[in-house]
């Protein structure tokens, strides 16, 4: 289904379901010897929404071998090298003394319950009301429960997400940890500079936010078309190409740094070689020089 202005969505349907495709992703990585990543709850919350093709993937059933994407080592390594560049971000955010973080379309998203927060962190999780109801009501009944403060705040990146976030007691005035993991390619080129201006807005000296660095340029030319064939692949209903927005966007990394950002990318490739894994030549030519960004707010509003 095309995106609409005001579109909404579960864990089930359209954006929503990317993100469930992402949770299973994670829940694979995690049940491999020796695995990069640990989280606990994909798999659960997977098989609770329910969708056939993500569950297939959680459980190993959709790999296919020597496929770029879809073959089971790549796919692990892929999403663990993803998981791990953010929660490494929240780690590191957390011993500079930053208590305070927010996670952005945060999805299924468990780093509030996985990950080891400092005493007195407050986590704000902010998406669609439907995603943020199931997941917390998914995670109460299995017993888990946050390792720092969590306060949800359910509402569309569309609407006015910080004034939402401040009635939940965010404290602009203190440094943040901003993620925007897997949401760039969801908002047109406007939206997203709407959204670094907000971040920006909110974000006092010290603040830290990370998210993906796309080549707009490589990418333009047959990634979202192979991502959609992917999909497909695996028996998905939901053509990405009908979800991505496309068209001149401005360089995060540009963007964020004319904004008083200290800006720096970490190429995919020397993301999978910190790990020992070897990035497959075929993905380059594809992603060109993408990666994942970090930034830290150097000047005050």
């Known amino acids: 289904m095309t995106r609409t202005d005001g579109d909404s969505w579960d864990l089930a349907t359209s954006v929503g379901a990317t993100a469930t495709g992402v949770a ?3 829940a694979l990585a995690t049940k491999q010897p020796e695995p990069l990543i640990n989280d606990p709850y994909a798999d659960a919350l997977v098989h609770a929404v329910g969708l056939e093709h993500s569950i297939r993937i959680a459980d190993g059933e959709a790999c296919i ?17 993803r998981t791990r560049f953010f929660d490494d971000f929240f780690t590191s955010a ?16 468990t780093r509030s319950y996985r990950l080891a927060w400092p005493a007195g962190s407050v986590v704000f999780e902010v998406d669609q009301p439907a995603v943020l109801e199931f997941k917390t009501r998914t995670l109460t009944d299995l017993g888990a429960e946050p390792a720092a403060e969590l306060r949800s705040v359910p509402v569309d990146l569309r609407d006015d997400w910080p004034k939402a976030l401040r009635d939940n007691g965010f404290d602009p005035q203190a440094p943040t940890a901003w993620i925007a993991e897997g949401l760039l390619i969801y908002l047109p080129p406007e939206a997203q ?14 603040s830290r936010l990370a998210t993906e660095h796309m080549d707009t340029v490589a990418m333009s030319k047959d990634w979202s078309a192979r991502v959609s064939e ?19 966007r401005a360089s995060a990394r ?3 740094s004319a904004q008083g950002w200290d800006a ?14 070897a990035y497959p030549e075929e993905l380059g030519e594809i992603a060109g020089d993408s990666g994942y960004l970090s930034a830290t707010r150097t000047t005050s509003n």
């Open 65 to 81: 071998e020597g496929d770029l994407m879809l073959d089971r080592q790549r796919m692990c390594e892929q999403i663990a090298v």
């Open 230 to 248: 992917w999909s497909k692949k695996v028996g998905s209903d939901v053509d990405l190409l009908d979800l991505f927005y496309s068209g001149d």
């Open 254 to 256: 540009d963007y964020l």
């Open 193 to 206: 500079d709407r959204l670094f201006d907000n971040i920006t807005a909110l974000s006092a000296p010290g």
């Open 24 to 26: 299973a992703s994670r």
């Open 94 to 109: 957390s011993a500079s003394g930053i208590r305070q973080a927010v996670i952005l379309a945060s999805g299924l998203d």
């Open 264 to 277: 720096t990318v970490l190429s995919t490739r020397a993301a999978y070689e910190s790990h020992g894994f």
